[in-house]
């Protein structure tokens, strides 16, 4: 069974503050990463994808991958109370047709 | 902009109907995914085609079926709907080769009553 793991949260932080949102997943053949943002009553929208260990940054948004350990993160610096949702990691496995897998998601909320 | 549409936003069906939703996308994207949502259980799977006419089970398939006639659009079928169904459905697709995630649909809110 591939499985992404999240913590479901709260994850609570003030305003300003790093937000740091982590993903673990069980399947080596892991081979791309994605999160996603998702507002309560909508649908999940891609914010960032990461293929190759090491960070990508995007704005104020910095993903982080590190395929020994097999876990993602996401940080989001200088959160904004608009970042308050739940965020979503997704994992392709080499072989799987396109799918991908998805953790439950940290329901993340900041605080003005 | 890239658009997957959901045909529907918010549906009330009784118990028994027989259910479609649609799925319709712009992108010329190969893969197509059928998702229902639901509190402290995720986004689970319940079919996916990866061409017309193609389509393979989802890890929660009972109960659904599914038709790809077109490339650009994705049925979801519910044959006799229950209450156990009420979710939120969510279409995605996805192109070839490899080079970004899903794009989502809306989502289809449904309630079997």
């Known amino acids: 069974q591939k499985e992404v793991e999240q913590n479901s949260g709260p994850l609570s932080v003030p305003e300003g503050a790093i937000a740091s949102l982590n993903c673990t997943y069980s399947?080596?053949?892991?081979?791309?990463f994605f999160w996603y943002r998702q507002y309560s009553g909508k649908s999940p929208e891609l914010i960032m994808f990461?293929?190759?260990?090491g960070d990508k940054e995007d704005g104020r948004f910095t993903a982080q991958l590190n395929k020994a350990s097999q876990y993602v993160s996401l940080l989001i610096r200088d959160s904004q109370p608009s970042d308050s949702a739940t965020y979503l990691c997704?994992?392709?496995?080499?072989?799987?047709?396109?799918?991908?897998?998805f953790g439950k998601g940290t329901l993340l909320t900041v605080n003005p | 902009d890239v658009k997957v549409t959901q045909s529907s936003r918010y549906l009330v069906k009784r118990t028994g109907e027989k259910v479609f939703l649609e799925c319709v996308q712009d992108?010329?994207?190969?893969?197509m995914f059928w998702y229902r949502q639901d509190p402290g259980l995720g986004l689970r799977l319940i079919y996916f085609?990866?061409?017309?006419?193609?389509?393979e089970k989802g890890d929660i398939p009972e109960g659904y079926s599914v038709s790809r006639e077109k490339k650009e659009r994705f049925s979801l079928i519910l044959e006799s709907a229950s209450t156990n169904q009420t979710s939120m459905y969510l279409c995605?697709?996805?192109?070839?080769?490899?080079?970004?995630?899903?794009?989502f649909g809306s989502g289809t809110r449904l309630t079997v009553v």
């Open positions: 995605a697709s996805r192109g070839r080769p490899e080079g970004g995630g899903y794009t």
């Open positions: 085609s990866y061409d017309v006419k193609m389509k």
């Open positions: 990461i293929y190759s260990n």
């Open positions: 992108m010329d994207h190969e893969n």
């Open positions: 997704a994992v392709n496995v080499w072989g799987s047709n396109y799918k991908l897998t």
């Open positions: 399947d080596r053949g892991s081979q791309s």
